[in-house]
């Protein structure tokens, strides 16, 4: 079945240092990739998604391109701040008669100290 | 403001009680999902609805029911026959309209605690 594989954390980074966190997907067919960001005791929200393959999503500074070849989708930002503390979840979804499930990674903690 | 509200954000339950958790949405979006989180693990999907009326199982349904008798509400009940029912749980919703993607917006969650 499909599936989204991240990389373990946590990520330990100082301020203004450079992220990547891995995600890799198996699917059959071509799903949509995404990043959701969840803060300390609060919901997911949707960082950036990528719809089709060489699509690069972005937002707030973070990037990530839908490499099929790689069957990969990793995150990167330049520059992190203390504020991007959190869990980073990588997913993919499917259509099926309207209906759309997600399937997550197990998320990847950052921690970015001063 | 638009968005979705769960209630309570902590909840405590002693073995064998029944409790239901509260979704409520004024996005007008027809499909509505329950997550259940765990430590170090992604999201699963517990049960969703895509129209009043209507719900279908998810990957990990079991002592779980739901009901969907209005647009804007998903509650979720946790039955005494979920064996581990310790977790952060997540209600999203969706909305289906045909023009461009339309993602999922995430309730804040409520974590409940079994006694």
């Known amino acids: 079945g499909n599936s989204v594989t991240q990389m373990e954390g946590p990520v330990t980074l100082s301020e203004e240092a450079f992220l990547t966190i891995n995600c890799t997907y198996t699917?059959?067919?071509?799903?949509?990739l995404f990043w959701y960001v969840q803060y300390p005791g609060e919901g997911l929200q949707l960082l950036l998604k990528?719809?089709?393959?060489?699509d690069k999503g972005s937002n707030k500074g973070f990037e990530a391109t839908y490499r099929k070849e790689t069957t990969s989708f990793h995150l990167e930002k330049g520059s992190v701040q203390v504020s991007d503390s959190a869990v980073y979840f990588c997913?993919?979804?499917?259509?099926?008669?309207?209906?759309?499930?997600?399937?997550f990674g197990t998320g990847t903690r950052l921690l970015v100290s001063p | 403001d638009g968005g979705i509200t769960q209630s309570p954000k902590y909840l405590f339950r002693k073995e064998g009680q029944n409790v239901t958790l509260s979704c409520e949405q004024n996005?007008?979006?027809?499909?509505m999902y329950w997550y259940r989180q765990d430590p170090g693990q992604g999201l699963r999907l517990i049960y969703y609805?895509?129209?009043?009326?209507?719900?279908q199982k998810g990957d990990i349904a079991e002592g779980y029911s739901v009901s969907r008798e209005k647009k804007e509400s998903f509650p979720l009940t946790v039955t005494s026959a979920q064996k581990n029912p310790t977790a952060f749980y997540l209600c999203?919703?969706?909305?289906?309209?045909?023009?461009?993607?339309?993602?999922?917006?995430f309730g804040p969650g409520t974590r409940l605690t079994v006694l």
């Open positions: 990528a719809t089709k393959a060489d």
């Open positions: 997913a993919q979804s499917s259509m099926n008669t309207g209906f759309q499930k997600l399937v």
């Open positions: 699917a059959t067919g071509y799903p949509s």
């Open positions: 609805s895509q129209i009043v009326n209507d719900f």
């Open positions: 996005l007008n979006h027809d499909a």
């Open positions: 999203a919703s969706r909305g289906m309209g045909t023009l461009g993607y339309n993602e999922q917006f």
